[in-house]
């Protein structure tokens, strides 16, 4: 039998489309389930210190990943050459948590996925001083207009400096995920595996918060921990659900479902604590998706040509 022949036999394009049906009802349902994680910080009302629900978040994250571990050969999968590289996406991934938890602790559900969305944005500037890519007219047209989406939400004129403040955190953060991207990227060129990516992550993510918080410990009430602990459970649930929906289809059909988020963001805000967007955030909004989304159709087109 030639098993390379049938290894190389495109699949039946009804199971085809079964597949890409599964794979965008898991990243709709990862893209819910990370919303759940920013209400869970949100309900926390800033009570527990910011290095310490970091903490808890990653601490918790470790037992759902670790059977990612043994399905990839128990803890030779950690094995690394670039001990570096991973502290890098581990400071650029602290950056990028700490931003976004900050800034669901002071605004809006909905505006701090918004604001998260500006990540392409910021990847896209990046990516010409760290990768060495071109960036044409168009793309960095989206990206002001992306950026200029942020100002429509974030109304500096009538905003207090608090919320201003939060924003620019937000954005931080944002950026910090840009840079983990980049890094990951890299590492992912270097050879390492899925896995040892995500669970370096975690553990380290995890030490070094450990260490920031450990001087000004909370003692959580029971409410809390249940709160922390769903943190990062959800967390790390949809973690897995977004990677099973990228093996199982294409990244170009299942990109634009990720911001499905801002649509359960928004209705939790509303339904929870009465967030209730305005015409501004809505405008901001539709500017940021739509460059964003642009961003991501370009990038499709170019990889396509090379």
Request: positive net charge.
């Amino acid at each position: 039998m030639d098993t390379g022949t049938l290894a190389n036999t495109p699949a039946p394009p009804a199971a085809l489309g079964r597949a890409r049906r599964r794979a965008v009802l898991l990243v709709l349902g990862a893209a819910a389930v990370f919303s759940m994680a920013g209400a869970f910080v949100k309900a926390l009302e800033g009570a527990i210190p910011l290095a310490q629900v970091v903490f808890c978040r990653n601490l918790f994250c470790i037992p759902v990943l670790l059977p990612l571990l043994w399905r990839h050969g128990g803890l030779s999968a950690l094995r690394t050459s670039h001990p570096w590289m991973h502290a890098w996406r581990t400071a650029a991934g602290l950056l990028g948590m700490c931003g976004a938890f900050y800034g669901y602790a002071h605004l809006p559900l909905a505006t701090v996925t918004a604001l998260g969305f500006t990540m392409p944005l910021f990847l896209t500037l990046l990516s010409v001083p760290l990768l060495r890519e071109r960036v044409g007219p168009r793309r960095g047209a989206a990206v002001l207009a992306g950026f200029g989406g942020v100002l429509l939400m974030a109304n500096p004129a009538g905003m207090p400096d608090g919320q201003a403040f939060a924003v620019g955190l937000a954005l931080v953060g944002a950026l910090g995920w840009a840079l983990a991207m980049i890094s990951i990227r890299r590492l992912g060129d270097a050879g390492e595996r899925g896995v040892s990516i995500v669970l370096w992550f975690a553990i380290s993510a995890a030490a070094v918060s450990g260490v920031a918080c450990a001087p000004g410990w909370v003692a959580p009430t029971a409410g809390q921990w249940l709160l922390l602990a769903g943190t990062g459970l959800v967390s790390a649930v949809a973690q897995v659900m977004m990677t099973e929906g990228y093996r199982r289809g294409e990244a170009t059909l299942l990109a634009p479902f990720e911001y499905s988020a801002i649509i359960w963001t928004t209705l939790t805000g509303a339904l929870v604590w009465a967030e209730l967007p305005d015409g501004w955030d809505l405008a901001g909004m539709a500017v940021l998706v739509a460059s964003g989304l642009y961003i991501w159709r370009r990038e499709v087109a170019l990889g396509l040509r090379r």
